[in-house]
């Protein structure tokens, strides 16, 4: 797990908006794949292991000392229950907030949490979530196309500095697609896999995402603000249509 860098949020210019990418911390479906990789069926959305939840408390200790917590603005997170564990446990509230051992952290300041279907795991035509069914996944160009179109989104949001809590692959194939398009705050290549509840930091331009990506397939996707305690998945009396933002 890499720790929080940024000691001070950056100036951003009016036309900037400072990310803060969050993968999830280790989930049961990454401890299984270990093991065995037919066992990922069992666990289309998995909750964080007790390794991930260790994870989660470190982190969060690293977002509150580094300064980081106190500058971001909004957590816009996957909503799949791994991502949404982690956003709540790095960046939540003290009601909020709460491991599978019962442990809480206190917090003087916290953004607010809502769930966004674009910046979720790969996506799939049918209704069910079947995201282990390799024929009919997304391909990388299709979820790097889908990331674009979820910056677009977000650059189109009032917050200046945003923490955006996804997968592996969505924030890899993302910043890939962004490439030479941003401004990465670390030392180390910011386009390899991400690790488990690693944060990587990037100043992104609005113009820099004009003319990319492609809405050719209308789909629509929603966005909701998360409620105390992790009643998480439904959150449709708030719910905006991304679509409707972007388009």
Same mark, same amino acid.
Request: proline share 4%.
């Given at each position: 797990?890499?720790?929080?860098?940024?000691?001070?949020?950056?100036?951003?210019?009016?036309?900037?908006?400072?990310?803060?990418?969050? =993968?999830?911390? !280790?989930?049961?479906?990454?401890? /299984?794949?270990?093991? *065995?990789?037919?066992?990922?069926?069992?666990? #289309?959305?998995?909750?964080?292991?007790?390794? $991930? &939840?260790? !994870?989660?408390?470190?982190?969060?200790?690293?977002?509150?000392?580094?300064?980081?917590?106190?500058? #971001?603005?909004?957590?816009?997170?996957?909503?799949?229950?791994?991502?949404?564990?982690?956003?709540? %446990?790095?960046?939540?509230?003290?009601?909020? !907030?709460?491991?599978?051992? $019962? *442990?809480?952290?206190?917090?003087?300041?916290?953004?607010? #949490?809502?769930?966004?279907?674009?910046?979720?795991? =790969?996506?799939?035509?049918? @209704?069910?979530?079947?995201? &282990?069914?390799?024929?009919?996944?997304?391909?990388?160009?299709?979820?790097?196309?889908? /990331?674009?179109?979820?910056?677009? &989104?977000?650059?189109?949001?009032? @917050?200046?500095?945003?923490?955006?809590?996804?997968? /592996?692959?969505?924030? !890899?194939?993302?910043?890939?697609?962004?490439?030479?398009?941003?401004?990465?705050?670390?030392?180390?290549?910011?386009?390899?896999?991400? %690790?488990?509840?690693?944060?990587?930091?990037?100043?992104?331009?609005?113009?820099?995402? @004009? %003319?990319?990506?492609?809405?050719?397939?209308?789909?629509?996707?929603?966005?909701?603000?998360?409620?105390? $305690?992790?009643?998480?998945?439904?959150?449709?009396?708030?719910?905006?249509?991304?679509?409707?933002? #972007?388009?």
């Amino acid at each position: 797990m890499e720790t929080a860098s940024p000691t001070s949020s950056p100036y951003l210019l009016s036309n900037q908006k400072l990310l803060h990418l969050v =993968r999830h911390a !280790q989930g049961l479906h990454n401890l /299984g794949a270990e093991t *065995n990789r037919d066992s990922l069926t069992q666990f #289309i959305d998995a909750a964080l292991s007790p390794l $991930g &939840w260790q !994870q989660v408390r470190a982190q969060r200790e690293n977002v509150s000392a580094s300064g980081m917590l106190q500058g #971001i603005e909004v957590v816009i997170t996957s909503p799949l229950l791994r991502t949404l564990q982690t956003s709540v %446990g790095v960046f939540g509230s003290e009601e909020q !907030q709460e491991d599978h051992c $019962g *442990n809480k952290t206190s917090t003087l300041n916290h953004p607010p #949490i809502i769930a966004a279907e674009l910046c979720r795991e =790969r996506m799939i035509e049918s @209704e069910e979530d079947t995201l &282990w069914e390799a024929d009919e996944r997304e391909t990388n160009e299709a979820v790097a196309a889908r /990331g674009i179109k979820f910056i677009k &989104w977000v650059l189109g949001r009032k @917050e200046r500095e945003i923490a955006v809590v996804s997968h /592996g692959v969505f924030l !890899q194939e993302t910043l890939i697609a962004l490439k030479n398009k941003c401004l990465p705050l670390m030392d180390t290549d910011p386009f390899t896999r991400f %690790g488990n509840c690693e944060i990587r930091s990037v100043i992104i331009f609005n113009r820099s995402v @004009e %003319g990319l990506g492609s809405d050719s397939r209308k789909t629509n996707y929603y966005c909701g603000r998360i409620p105390n $305690g992790l009643q998480l998945q439904d959150s449709a009396k708030d719910n905006v249509s991304v679509d409707q933002v #972007i388009n």
